[in-house]
């Protein structure tokens, strides 16, 4: 009970926390170049964002990640962002369902996602990738889920004072998983990015979707460290791989490895350039949070049709009238991303 009590408050800790966040990363894509088109025969309202995901069709790349559930606080937040995903066809990820796993009283602030966005939509479970297999089809039957969302989350755990402090057998584990269930399983990090060497291993056990969830956006090593001063871990807070470098590690792998490119994803240039590099859908945290909280539902819609909007326009300026069309574009890699490539 006391364990259910400290998980509900760190759950309104960590929104608290991302939004009073400091320090400033860098995703690197700043460090791709994407070529102008000036002479685009093309009509903006033409420009088709639609694609295909987790066997269902959505109207633009683009998707509202895992962030939260669990409390009546909660639930208001996920209302309004699966309000958010409804109004442009977009899919979204619930927080981690672990609580839900003991508490009842939490069902309603993860199945109002569903009951928003309607069965046609994409939504998407979490837990924790050392989950047990009937954990994960309990938290996927509870939402009607598409598809689960295992985290891998260390540098969190270890940052928090009642984290984890072991993780071994956790590939096994999501071995276990992916070979026992018939719907999709992605492994995904939570800003700190996944490497090469680690998308091969979970390419290898059967894993083909992850989303690479790197630094540049959510920094958890921040959020725990001011949850408490213990230890303070200020002088790790570079730690990670950029989102632009893990994209272009994993995209390397295999053309059948779906990836959800997130972390520091804030505006429709992001997008774009994530695209290119070859993700297949793009993933928005902290920023569409910070939107909401500060700002309202009608800021935080509003910061969504601007995304998809510009990403119209961006798309026009290259010549591309569907994503299809923007995967094939080139692109250059200069500075510090080309030096750790
Ligand atoms: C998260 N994230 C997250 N991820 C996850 O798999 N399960 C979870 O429960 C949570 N909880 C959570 C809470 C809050 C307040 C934030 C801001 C984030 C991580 C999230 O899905 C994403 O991977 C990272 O935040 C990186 O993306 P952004 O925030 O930089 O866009």
Known sequence: MKKDLIRKDRKKEHIEYSLKSTYESDTLFKDIYIEHNSLPDLNLYEINGGTSFLGKNIKYPIMINAMTGGTK????????????AKNYGIPMAVGSQTIALRDKES?????IV??????????????SAQASLEDVKFSMDLIDADAIQLHLNPAQELVMKEGDRDFKGVLKNIGKIVSNIEEPVIVKEVGFGISKDVAQRLYDIGIRYIDISGKGGTNFIEIENRRDDEIDFSDIYSWGIPTALSLIHCRSI???LNIISSGGI?????????????????GIGGQILKELIEGGYEVANSYMEGLI???????????????EELKKLPYKIKGELKDLI
């Open 114 to 127: 569903r009951e928003t966005v309607g069965e046609k939509a994409v939504v998407i479970a979490n837990l």
């Open 73 to 84: 606080f909660s639930q208001e937040i996920n209302r309004n962002l699966s309000k958010i």
């Open 309 to 323: 909007y510009k990403l119209k326009i961006l798309m026009l300026l290259t010549g591309s009238k569907n994503i």
């Open 107 to 111: 069902y309603n602030s993860f199945k």
């Open 266 to 282: 804030r505006t429709s240039l992001d997008i774009l350039k994530s695209l290119v590099v070859g993700a297949n859908v793009v």
């Open 254 to 256: 295999s053309e059948d």
